[in-house]
C-alpha cells in the first residue's frame, strides 16, 4: 500500500472557517422533473409535495427547489404546464384567467399550505424564478387582445407585447380584446418592455435575444405606453427594475420561501439579478433573507472562469450550479472505467465557499443531474423508453448507471450545497407508476438505496463542519477528506476494489467505520502518524451491502441523530384593488376595503394544525381608522375577531385541523377605503390527516359572495341518494366549462366528469359512482365554488 501526503484545496477561501451550520448550506432536492405530473394531483403539485414532505424530512432533506408557480398561458385542451412560461407575476392560482384558475402547483391557498408544511418539516422552500421572459399575452386560445400593432419586431414573438390582467376590479367578465386590454392589475407591461425597444434596440446578445418568449429589457430607457391598451398607465425610466423588485418583495412575503433558483441567468443583465437579490435579502422587511440566504443561478453552458465571473458582478449573493464540475461528472459516466477520476477536483468552479459576517457560505451547488439535463422519453406507464436528447441542454446520465453513485459521492463530499436530483433519489422510471404513485408510499416511490445512504452520511456524519481536502488522486481512485468528519472514497473501477494508506487529520488512535456498509463491520484505526488504511469497493456492487463505488469513514463513536426541527410559516397578503380576483370563479380574495361600506375583504386562507396558534398583525394604509380582522372555520362560522385603530395584533388556537379563513372589513360604514397588510404565523400539522390529494381550498359556502360576478345555485335531488345516478341542477347566466366532483369525507376524490352549461338552468347526471359505500359525500363545482353535501343509501 502507499502512503500519500494529503493536499489542501482552495486554503484561501478557507479562512475564516465557521463549524457552525447555517441555512445558506443545503442538501437540495429538486422537487420535480421536467414533465412532472401525478394523476392523483392534478394540476396540484404544491399538495404532491406537502404529501412527500415528512418522507423527506425522514431522508434528511433541509431544502426542496419548488418549480415556477405562477399563472401560465395554456390552451384550453391542456391540463398541464411546468410553469416556465409566466404570464402574470401576481396570480399564484388565486384570478381567474386564461381560462382557468389553477397553475400546475395549484391555487394559491395549496401553495401557501405547501410551504407552510415544508416548514413544519424543518424544511427550507427554494423557488424557481424566471426573470428573463415571459409569454401568453391575450385573453384566449388566439391571444386576442395580446399583440400591439406599433410594438417593435422582435422577428419572434408577433408583436404579443400587450401584457394586462384581471384583478379585483377587473375580472375576466370576457375573453374579448376589449376587456383584456381594460383589465387592470398590477403590473401591466408594453411593448417597450421587452427587446428590442427604443432605449435598447437590439435582439442580438444573450441579454437582448428572445429565446423563449417576449425578452425582458431591464434598461433605464426600456419604458412606454401601448398603442392600443384601454387600461394604459404611464411608465417612467427604469419601470422593469423597479416594478420587478416591488414583486419580488411581495411575493417573498406572500410565500414565505427562504431562497431562490434564479433561472437562465446569463440571458439578462447581471446588475439587475444583482439589484433583485439585494431587495430579497435586504429589503424585504421581516422577510428579508439576510446576506446568508441561499441563492443560485443557472448559467447554463458556462465555464468555470464565466461563472466565477457572473458570481463577482452579483457581489458574491449567489452561486451558481457548478456545471464544469457536472462535465467532469458526465465524462466520469461515460468513460465507463477510462475516466480519471483522480482529476475531478480539478474540474470545479473557482468561487466555492465564502466568509460573511463570520459564517461560512456554501454558494456552489454540485449537481449531477437536473430537469434540464435528464428528459426521458416514456411510455405509457411512465417507465423509460429512451431520451428526448434533442430537449436536453446537457447529455443526461442514467439514474441505472452503476457508476451514479460514485458521481453523487463526489458532489456530496465537496464544497457546496448538494443537489439531488427527483428521477435519481426516486425510481419512477421503472415502476409503472410514474404517473400514479403515492408519494407517501416507499413501495409506490421507492428510493435508490445508494443516494439515500449518501444524503444519510452527508447530513450525520456532518460533512461541511470539516474543511475540503483532498489527500489522494489516481486514475481509478479519489479520497476527498472532510476534515475531523469523514473520510469518503471514490472509485469508478468496475470490479476490483481500491485501497491505500493516506495521511489525515483524524488523531492518532481514532477508531473508523464505513458508514456506507461497503466494509460490513470492518474498522481501522489511525496510526501514530496520523496515516490509515481506506477501502472502497468497485462499481459492480459485490460489496457486502450492493454499494457501488464508494465508501464513507467516520468515527466509530460519531453523533448520528440529525433531525430537521420543524418551525412556523409567516405570510402576508396585500389587500388592494389591483390584486386578487372578485371573479366567482376565482378564490375571491384581494380589493381594498371599500368605502362607506362594512363589507369584508377576503385576504387569504391558510392551513392549521389542531391546537397549533394563528397570530396575524394587520397593518393598515390609514392608522386612524377603526378595523376589524375576523378568523373564520371553512363553514364560514366567526371564530376570533379583533378591532381597533392602527396595528392591530390578534391571536387564536384552534382545536380542529383544517383551513380557516381570514377577513378585514371597516369597522364603521363612515370609514373611506384603503388598502391594508395582514402578516399571519401559523403552523399546519408536519403529516396532514389524509391524503392532500385533490383536497380543494376553494369555499365550501353554497351561496356564492354578494360581490360575484355570475349568480349560481346548486340543487341535488333526490337526498338521499337510491339510483345508480345523482341528477342535479346548476343554474347560471353564463356558457362554462365545468368539472363536478364527489368526495368521500377524508379528501379523497371518488368521482369526477366534466359538464358543459348553457345559459340559464341546466339538468345534469353525475353517473357511475354505483360502488360506494351508503355515507355522507360532498358535491363540488370548483369553477363555481359551490359544495353541497349529499347522503348516500
Known amino acids: 500500500m502507499t502512503t500519500v501526503r494529503r493536499q489542501l484545496i482552495i486554503v484561501a477561501l478557507l479562512i475564516g472557517f465557521s463549524a457552525t451550520a447555517t441555512r445558506a448550506q443545503q442538501v437540495i432536492l429538486e422537487g420535480f422533473w421536467w414533465n412532472y405530473q401525478n394523476n392523483n394531483y392534478p394540476n396540484g403539485w404544491a399538495n404532491y409535495v406537502a404529501d412527500l414532505a415528512p418522507r423527506l424530512k425522514a431522508l434528511g432533506i433541509n431544502a426542496v427547489w419548488i418549480p415556477p408557480n405562477l399563472k401560465t398561458r395554456m390552451p384550453t385542451n391542456t391540463v398541464y404546464s411546468n410553469g416556465y412560461s409566466p ?189 433583485f437579490l439585494n431587495s430579497l435579502q435586504n429589503s424585504a422587511d421581516w422577510a428579508s433573507g439576510g446576506a446568508t440566504m441561499f441563492a443560485v443561478g443557472e448559467y447554463a453552458q458556462a465555464t468555470a472562469a464565466q461563472m466565477d465571473q457572473w458570481v463577482a ?95 453523487y459521492a463526489v458532489a456530496l463530499a465537496v464544497d457546496g450545497s448538494p443537489q439531488i436530483f427527483f428521477e435519481d433519489l426516486f425510481n419512477i422510471g421503472t415502476t409503472g407508476k410514474r404517473f400514479t404513485h403515492n408519494p407517501r408510499n416507499a413501495t409506490d416511490l421507492p428510493t435508490r438505496s445508494d443516494i439515500e445512504n449518501l444524503i444519510w452520511c452527508h447530513q450525520n456524519l456532518h460533512f461541511k463542519d470539516g474543511a475540503y481536502k483532498v489527500p489522494y488522486q489516481a486514475n481509478d481512485y479519489l479520497i476527498i477528506e472532510r476534515s475531523t468528519t469523514a473520510i469518503i472514497g471514490i472509485s469508478d473501477n468496475w470490479d476490483t476494489w481500491q485501497n491505500v494508506t493516506i495521511s489525515c487529520d483524524f488523531p492518532a488512535g481514532t477508531v473508523l467505520k464505513d458508514y456506507s456498509g461497503a466494509n460490513g463491520n470492518a474498522t481501522v484505526t489511525v496510526s501514530a502518524t496520523q496515516t490509515v488504511s481506506i477501502n472502497t469497493p468497485p462499481c459492480n456492487g459485490t460489496a457486502a451491502s450492493g454499494r457501488r463505488g464508494y465508501s464513507v469513514w467516520a468515527p466509530v463513536n460519531a453523533v448520528t441523530n440529525y433531525t430537521l426541527t420543524g418551525r412556523a410559516t409567516t405570510q402576508e397578503w396585500e389587500l388592494a384593488d389591483d390584486l386578487g380576483d372578485s371573479d366567482s370563479r376565482s378564490l375571491g380574495q384581494g380589493g381594498q376595503l371599500p368605502a362607506g361600506s362594512t363589507a369584508y375583504r377576503t385576504a387569504g386562507r391558510i392551513y392549521v394544525g389542531a391546537n397549533k396558534n394563528i397570530s396575524y398583525t394587520l397593518y393598515p394604509n390609514d392608522a386612524t381608522r377603526n378595523l376589524t380582522v375576523t378568523v373564520f372555520d371553512n363553514a364560514g362560522t366567526s371564530l376570533n375577531s379583533v378591532s381597533g385603530t392602527g396595528a392591530l395584533n390578534g391571536s387564536y388556537t384552534p382545536t380542529a385541523e383544517g383551513w380557516y379563513l381570514l377577513k378585514v372589513k371597516n369597522s364603521m360604514v363612515t370609514n373611506p377605503g ?52 345523482i341528477a342535479f341542477t346548476i343554474q347560471t347566466p353564463t356558457a362554462q366549462l365545468v368539472t363536478v366532483q364527489l368526495y368521500d369525507l377524508t379528501g379523497r376524490l371518488v368521482h369526477a366528469q366534466t359538464a358543459q352549461l348553457t345559459p340559464g338552468l341546466n339538468r345534469l347526471m353525475l353517473n357511475g359512482p354505483r360502488s360506494l359505500n351508503a355515507g355522507l359525500y360532498q358535491l363540488r363545482v370548483p369553477e363555481l365554488r359551490l359544495s353541497q353535501h349529499v347522503a348516500m343509501e
Open 87 to 275: 404570464f402574470d407575476n401576481y396570480d399564484l392560482g388565486d384570478k381567474y384567467q386564461h381560462g382557468r384558475l389553477r397553475t400546475n402547483s395549484g391555487t394559491k391557498d395549496e401553495l401557501l399550505r405547501a410551504v407552510a408544511i415544508l416548514h413544519a418539516n424543518g424544511i427550507d422552500v427554494v423557488q424557481d424564478i424566471v426573470l428573463n421572459h415571459l409569454d401568453g399575452a391575450g385573453s384566449d386560445d388566439n391571444n386576442t387582445g395580446g399583440q400591439d400593432p406599433a410594438a417593435a419586431d422582435d422577428g419572434k414573438t408577433n408583436r404579443m407585447k400587450n401584457f394586462r390582467y384581471v384583478s379585483y376590479t377587473s375580472p375576466a367578465s370576457s375573453e374579448t380584446a376589449a376587456n383584456y386590454l381594460a383589465r387592470t392589475g398590477r403590473f401591466a407591461k408594453n411593448w417597450q418592455n421587452f427587446n428590442p425597444n427604443p432605449g435598447n434596440n437590439t435582439i442580438t446578445g444573450d441579454w437582448n435575444a428572445p429565446y423563449f418568449g417576449p425578452d425582458i429589457s431591464y434598461y433605464p430607457g426600456s419604458y412606454g405606453q401601448s398603442s392600443n391598451a384601454t387600461y394604459n398607465p404611464g411608465q417612467a425610466s427604469d419601470y422593469m427594475r423597479n416594478s420587478t423588485r416591488g414583486w419580488l418583495v411581495w411575493y417573498k412575503k406572500q410565500v414565505g420561501f427562504d431562497g431562490v433558483r434564479l433561472d437562465a441567468v446569463k440571458l439578462f443583465p447581471d446588475f439587475a439579478t444583482d439589484d
Open 313 to 407: 458582478n452579483v457581489n458574491n449573493r449567489a452561486g451558481t450550479f457548478d456545471f464544469s464540475l457536472r462535465g467532469g461528472l458526465l465524462a466520469l459516466i461515460q468513460g465507463n472505467g477510462a475516466f480519471n477520476i483522480g482529476s475531478l477536483p480539478s474540474y470545479q468552479q473557482g468561487t466555492r465557499v465564502v466568509t460573511i459576517n463570520g459564517t461560512t457560505v456554501h454558494r456552489t451547488v454540485p449537481l449531477v443531474n437536473n430537469h434540464d439535463t435528464f428528459r426521458p422519453t416514456v411510455d405509457a406507464s411512465g417507465n423509460y423508453t429512451g431520451w428526448d436528447t434533442g430537449g436536453e441542454l446537457y447529455p443526461h446520465i442514467d439514474p441505472s448507471d452503476p457508476r451514479l453513485s460514485a458521481a
Open 674 to 725: 384603503q388598502r391594508c397588510n395582514l402578516k399571519v404565523t401559523y403552523t399546519p400539522p408536519p403529516v396532514v390527516v389524509g391524503a392532500i390529494a385533490n383536497r380543494e381550498s376553494t369555499p365550501l359556502a353554497t351561496t356564492p359572495s354578494s360581490e360575484a360576478v355570475e349568480a349560481v345555485a346548486l340543487h341535488i335531488f333526490p337526498n338521499p341518494i337510491t339510483a345508480d345516478a
